[in-house]
């Protein structure tokens, strides 16, 4: 049956395996991304048993990519992106320039054609969006400085591959006379440049002319409606609209029209219901991304071919992390920052597939240097979880803006999260007068604390212990969970209920089931926020006539 409908069967046995490997992974306390790898490599051609289409597969995952992009852009401003102009652009053409001659390296000494060096260094120059963003999006560092700087470096790099896939045929032929390939005129290479900036350019133009008013008009149109179908369906027809057309007009990515969309409907008041209505679209097919990349695995490259394999992780995880901790410094910027850059980008993807794909076409690179960078990616795409980890240990034992000792508060209130919620709570805590401390990860929200003498700050998760620790939760008198997300939610209010048996916990939640979850675990007191504006409401509409009566 599956045979006749190979989408459906895609797309479920992607995501049910996904599903099985990613909580066994979890299990074992493995990252969830080592096992949709797995489920991908247990699905590919590889492998004995199912078989799913790569080719639809693939696509999943490129709408994936898409929606991800699509929902940073949401949160990314122009002036966001202008403001690290100054250290992405330089930043990420030298990054690439050394990742790219080490894989030429490598290549002469394996006696590679220098046009196959080239394109294998290039592919491992540039990092995957997917693995990048998520593990921004799980360390809430995408509004940060840090996260600024690494979304402004990645679309640098997302800019420099639309240029170089569309060169690398002329490339290709400079670098490849002596295999019988066509040399280009050195004018004929000039004019290609100039054309590819060009409808770039262009495309930007329109973005920020058109686009700008355009996009937030007709979310607006669309949300006077009252329909919260039509809006969901909007949101997703600009995004995959845009990427689409901005990839068959302008020859620009599906990557970077879909931010350029997303950036461009942040100019509206409904941007926050728009990345709400996109998110779990967004996680399933980021899942089947990961999937798809296992799909292309071949184990046994691994075998034939491991010390290549292992010289090309040593490229990705230490050779492009060295070069961009170097250069992050030498602008000045803290060790904590560089770090972060340098974890970010210790991996390779999407973009690299579909380099090695069209280097394969062209006859530029090897089926054997292809495999071998499929291999080194999915490594890479292993260990770049690990690295974040060791990572957060180190930031939260050294971060240079933490004080010197543990805050010296008792009978203080904890508040985790100064988002929307957060900052409406720390002025009530403010108005009655209760000391209060806060745990936040976000940088720019720590500065702002920092600046007020009303609380003393944490950075740090919240779920850890010695991050609880730090807040004296044992002093303390009632610990409030404001951040939205459930399952984070839920981890904070287990690890202090594990900490402090008798502590107050008070913390948020959207749906009855979250509030089931979250007191189940632990929490004093959830509070639904539709349950509490509802009866808001009701006390509001009774109020006027209890008033009268009483006359």
């Known amino acids: 049956m599956h045979d ?3 989408l459906i069967a895609t797309i479920v046995g992607g995501l049910v395996l996904a599903f099985i490997f ?15 790898l797995l ?3 247990v699905a590919g051609p590889f492998t004995p048993g199912y078989v799913a289409d790569a080719h639809i597969a693939q696509e999943l995952a490129d709408l994936g990519v898409i929606l991800l992009m699509f929902g940073v852009g949401l949160h990314f401003s122009l002036k966001d992106l202008l403001s690290v102009k100054a250290i992405s652009i330089p930043g990420a053409a030298v990054q690439m320039g050394v990742a790219t001659g080490l894989g030429m390296l490598l290549g002469w000494s394996l006696g590679w054609p220098m046009a196959q060096g080239f394109v294998f260094g290039l592919a491992l120059s540039v990092a995957s969006t997917v693995v990048l963003l998520r593990a921004m999006e799980e360390r809430r560092l995408l509004d940060s400085d840090r996260g600024r700087i690494a979304v402004g470096w990645l679309i640098v790099e997302d800019l420099a591959m639309v240029l170089a896939l569309v060169l690398l045929p002329a490339i290709g032929g400079f670098l490849g006379a002596e295999n019988g390939g066509e040399t280009p005129t050195t004018a004929a290479l000039l004019g290609t440049v100039a054309w590819t900036i060009g409808k770039v350019g262009l495309f930007v133009a329109v973005m920020l002319i058109v686009g700008k008013r355009l996009i937030p008009w007709t979310l607006q149109a669309v949300s006077a409606t009252g329909s919260r179908e039509l809006f969901r369906l909007a949101v997703l027809a600009i995004a995959l609209g845009v990427a689409f057309g901005a990839a068959k007009l302008f020859d620009v990515s599906f ?3 879909a931010f350029f969309a997303g950036m461009m409907m942040g100019e509206s008041k409904l941007s ?3 990345a709400e209505e996109t998110l779990p679209l967004r ?3 980021a899942v089947l991304f990961f999937v798809s990349i296992g799909m292309l695995f071949n184990p046994h490259v691994l075998v034939e071919h491991p010390w290549i394999v292992l010289a090309a992780c040593f490229i990705i995880i230490f050779g492009k992390s060295v070069a961009a901790y170097a250069i992050v410094r030498a602008f000045g910027r803290p060790p904590k920052t560089a770090l972060t850059i340098a974890t970010s980008l210790a991996q390779i993807g999407e973009f690299s597939f579909i380099l090695a794909s069209l280097g394969v076409s062209q006859g530029l690179l090897s089926e054997q240097a292809r495999d071998v960078l499929l291999a080194a990616a999915i490594v890479s795409i292993l260990v770049n979880p690990l690295l974040f980890l060791a990572l957060d240990k180190w930031v939260a034992k050294n971060d240079a803006d933490a004080p010197d000792e543990h805050p010296d508060v008792k009978g203080h209130t904890v508040l985790v999260g100064f988002g929307r919620v957060g900052r409406r709570v720390f002025s009530e805590l403010v108005s009655a007068g209760a000391p209060i401390l806060v745990i936040e990860t976000d940088e720019d929200a720590v500065r702002t604390l920092r600046d007020d003498a009303r609380a003393q700050v944490v950075i740090g998760n919240a779920a850890s212990a010695p991050v609880l620790a730090e807040a004296n939760l044992a002093g303390a008198r009632a610990l ?3 951040v939205p997300d459930p399952f984070e939610g839920g981890q904070i209010v287990r690890a202090a209920r594990a900490l402090r048996p008798d502590l107050p916990i008070v913390a948020r939640a959207h749906s009855q089931e979250c509030v089931a979850h979250l007191s189940g675990l632990g929490a004093s007191e959830v509070l639904y926020g539709e349950e509490e504006l509802a009866h808001s409401m009701f006390e509001a509409a009774r109020g006027p006539k209890t008033a009268t009566s009483s006359h």
């Open 4 to 6: 006749a409908t190979p």
């Open 39 to 41: 489920a991908g490599v």
């Open 480 to 482: 409030i969970v404001a």
């Open 255 to 257: 990557e970077l029209g």
């Open 283 to 285: 996680d399933a097919f």
């Open 22 to 36: 990613g909580a066994i992974a979890n299990r074992l306390r493995l990252p969830v991304l080592a096992g949709y």
């Open 272 to 274: 926050q219901q728009a």
